[in-house]
């Protein structure tokens, strides 16, 4: 009975948020009913449910999680400052003359938006609109234009840093020590959101290189779909060149500096997230300052930061004890706190046009109403999990793995499976929240390695935010584009870039080394 008050809960959950519900309450609501279900007939200890705000308490609590609203601002900051604009422009112009260069340009423009902003939607919606139409204009095909765009927005999925692997790496952590605590595993260390980082970026790399191949090919082997144009006529390429490095350098130094701090273990993500978000509040204030001395005062506080940072490095011990401190580290410390005053006006005085144009409230209430749903979607799903644990679904879910066809390939394949047709209809946090935890000890417990495992979940759920009719990244476009885009041919533009995803999935799962080596390296 316990048993099928398990699967049958888990089912009319799906089915509740397949109805279009509110997630965080369908899967507490939808739990408290089993539960009483559980009491009246036995299968379920209502002492259960006293654990419940010893465990929701520690959620929301968890430094890691505080990464979650930070990496939200710097997106939609970032957003708001308007770069994609100036590098699809830029790097359209710089790369028009090659063989599908347009669409090769939205690519890259795709990976850099990933890595600086992480949010899937805003992604597709703004390549949607700014690109989208400029393609057709230049007679692309319209399933070619489409797919590229679909596909390059959905890069926010699976390159750090990005939302998505700091909740997977959160959740595949505590996966981890159940594993090593209900199966008897070797403790061998814990896995970090850093790790997950390190292990994402060179699939994410690839899946760049792969979508840029794809293009190219295209347009080699049918010039009709992606036709290159000409630099006007008398204009030095190096203007263009020009043009693109100043649009790209303030993004790619924000991204070096985020995502370097946290891969060289100086900042955790954490840190490296607010680093982020006050790097997107000085590179908006630059972007939309009206007047020279407004935008002076970012570069003023940017100086001050990478200053302080620089003495940092030089490794002086600056202890709170003054009586310690010998006459080297006073003259440091003195200067250290002039470039922290510096990086403290300037940064100060670069809030004042974002407060007047009304985009930090903007940018603000955007990220609280983000984070808001996601640690209450936490909360519903911690309250689903103990539920069905109560009901003895883990064990459940653990004796179904083990005994899959094909041993653990065989569960990772059904894993696997079932996360991809429920990424049709749910959105990732819900995956996350829901199935990571209930699968990934078991898979775990068989050996697997918890990064590799992880970035095969991200790849995953990237995919299903493809395919087609109920990909996300689908619906997010279909919204933006103009009439002639029909829907059989976004589909038809994404199936070879579904087809590429799958194809580094399996290079993941015969080469583990692509998402395990630099990890390691890291580590040692």
């Given at each position: 009975?316990?048993?099928?008050?398990?699967?049958?809960?888990?089912?009319?959950?799906?089915?509740?948020?397949?109805?279009?519900?509110?997630?965080?309450?369908?899967?507490?609501?939808?739990?408290?009913?089993?539960?009483?279900?559980?009491?009246?007939?036995?299968?379920?200890?209502?002492?259960?449910?006293?654990?419940?705000?010893?465990?929701?308490?520690?959620?929301?609590?968890?430094?890691?999680?505080?990464?979650?609203?930070?990496?939200?601002?710097?997106?939609?900051?970032?957003?708001?400052?308007?770069?994609?604009?100036?590098?699809?422009?830029?790097?359209?112009?710089?790369?028009?003359?090659?063989?599908?260069?347009?669409?090769?340009?939205?690519?890259?423009?795709?990976?850099?938006?990933?890595?600086?902003?992480?949010?899937?939607?805003?992604?597709?919606?703004?390549?949607?609109?700014?690109?989208?139409?400029?393609?057709?204009?230049?007679?692309?095909?319209?399933?070619?234009?489409?797919?590229?765009?679909?596909?390059?927005?959905?890069?926010?999925?699976?390159?750090?840093?990005?939302?998505?692997?700091?909740?997977?790496?959160?959740?595949?952590?505590?996966?981890?020590?159940?594993?090593?605590?209900?199966?008897?595993?070797?403790?061998?260390?814990?896995?970090?959101?850093?790790?997950?980082?390190?292990?994402?970026?060179?699939?994410?790399?690839?899946?760049?290189?792969?979508?840029?191949?794809?293009?190219?090919?295209?347009?080699?082997l049918k010039p009709d779909m992606?036709?290159?144009?000409?630099?006007?006529?008398?204009?030095?390429?190096?203007?263009?060149?020009?043009?693109?490095?100043?649009?790209?350098?303030?993004?790619?130094?924000?991204?070096?500096?985020?995502?370097?701090?946290?891969?060289?273990?100086?900042?955790?993500?954490?840190?490296?997230?607010?680093?982020?978000?006050?790097?997107?509040?000085?590179?908006?204030?630059?972007?939309?300052?009206?007047?020279?001395?407004?935008?002076?005062?970012?570069?003023?506080?940017?100086?001050?930061?990478?200053?302080?940072?620089?003495?940092?490095?030089?490794?002086?011990?600056?202890?709170?004890?003054?009586?310690?401190?010998?006459?080297?580290?006073?003259?440091?410390?003195?200067?250290?706190?002039?470039?922290?005053?510096?990086?403290?006006?300037?940064?100060?005085?670069?809030?004042?046009?974002?407060?007047?144009?009304?985009?930090?409230?903007?940018?603000?209430?955007?990220?609280?109403?983000?984070?808001?749903?996601?640690?209450?979607?936490?909360?519903?799903?911690t309250i689903f999990s103990l539920?069905?644990?109560?009901?003895?679904?883990?064990?459940?879910?653990?004796?179904?793995?083990?005994?899959?066809?094909?041993?653990?390939?065989?569960?990772?394949?059904?894993?696997?499976?079932?996360?991809?047709?429920?990424?049709?209809?749910?959105?990732?946090?819900?995956?996350?929240?829901?199935?990571?935890?209930?699968?990934?000890?078991?898979?775990?417990?068989?050996?697997?390695?918890?990064?590799?495992?992880?970035?095969?979940?991200?790849?995953?759920?990237?995919?299903?935010?493809?395919?087609?009719?109920?990909?996300?990244?689908?619906?997010?476009?279909?919204?933006?584009?103009?009439?002639?885009?029909?829907?059989?041919?976004?589909?038809?533009?994404?199936?070879?870039?579904?087809?590429?995803?799958?194809?580094v999935i399996l290079m993941v799962?015969?080469?583990?080394?692509?998402?395990?080596?630099?990890?390691?390296?890291?580590?040692?």
């Open positions: 009975m316990a048993d099928i008050l398990a699967l049958s809960m888990f089912a009319f959950a799906c089915l509740g948020l397949m109805g279009g519900y509110n997630v965080a309450f369908t899967l507490s609501g939808i739990s408290l009913i089993f539960a009483a279900l559980g009491v009246v007939t036995g299968t379920f200890e209502p002492d259960f449910l006293l654990s419940l705000p010893g465990r929701i308490y520690p959620l929301i609590t968890r430094e890691i999680l505080i990464a979650v609203p930070l990496f939200v601002f710097m997106g939609v900051m970032l957003e708001k400052s308007r770069i994609a604009e100036d590098l699809l422009e830029s790097m359209g112009d710089l790369f028009g003359p090659l063989k599908g260069g347009l669409g090769i340009s939205v690519v890259f423009v795709g990976a850099l938006l990933a890595a600086s902003t992480g949010i899937v939607g805003a992604t597709v919606v703004t390549m949607g609109l700014l690109s989208l139409p400029t393609m057709l204009n230049r007679n692309y095909a319209p399933s070619l234009a489409a797919g590229s765009i679909a596909a390059s927005g959905t890069l926010g999925q699976i390159i750090p840093p990005s939302i998505v692997l700091v909740i997977l790496g959160d959740q595949m952590s505590n996966a981890y020590q159940e594993a090593q605590r209900s199966f008897g595993l070797e403790t061998t260390g814990v896995v970090s959101v850093g790790d997950l980082f390190a292990g994402a970026l060179i699939p994410g790399l690839i899946l760049v290189a792969l979508y840029a191949i794809y293009i190219s090919i295209t347009a080699y992606a036709p290159s144009q000409e630099w006007p006529e008398g204009v030095s390429p190096w203007k263009f060149i020009r043009k693109t490095l100043i649009a790209m350098l303030p993004p790619i130094f924000l991204i070096i500096a985020v995502l370097g701090s946290i891969l060289s273990g100086y900042a955790t993500p954490t840190r490296g997230a607010a680093l982020g978000a006050l790097g997107a509040i000085l590179l908006a204030s630059y972007r939309t300052s009206p007047t020279p001395l407004g935008k002076k005062m970012p570069l003023i506080a940017a100086a001050g930061f990478v200053l302080l940072v620089g003495i940092d490095l030089t490794g002086v011990d600056m202890r709170f004890n003054q009586n310690d401190w010998t006459g080297k580290e006073r003259i440091s410390v003195a200067i250290a706190l002039g470039f922290a005053g510096f990086a403290f006006i300037g940064t100060a005085l670069s809030l004042i046009p974002l407060i007047k144009s009304k985009n930090l409230s903007d940018v603000s209430r955007t990220t609280m109403h983000i984070t808001c749903m996601v640690f209450v979607i936490l909360i519903g799903a539920v069905f644990r109560g009901l003895g679904g883990d064990e459940l879910v653990g004796y179904l793995l083990k005994n899959a066809p094909g041993g653990k390939w065989g569960a990772l394949s059904l894993v696997m499976l079932v996360m991809f047709i429920l990424g049709f209809f749910l959105d990732f946090i819900e995956i996350t929240f829901v199935v990571v935890p209930l699968v990934a000890p078991p898979l775990l417990a068989t050996g697997m390695d918890p990064i590799w495992l992880g970035v095969l979940m991200a790849l995953n759920l990237q995919t299903s935010f493809l395919t087609p009719p109920f990909g996300f990244a689908l619906f997010y476009l279909r919204g933006v584009a103009p009439p002639e885009v029909t829907t059989t041919a976004l589909y038809r533009g994404v199936l070879p870039f579904i087809l590429i995803q799958f194809v799962v015969l080469i583990p080394e692509i998402a395990t080596k630099l990890p390691t390296v890291m580590l040692n």
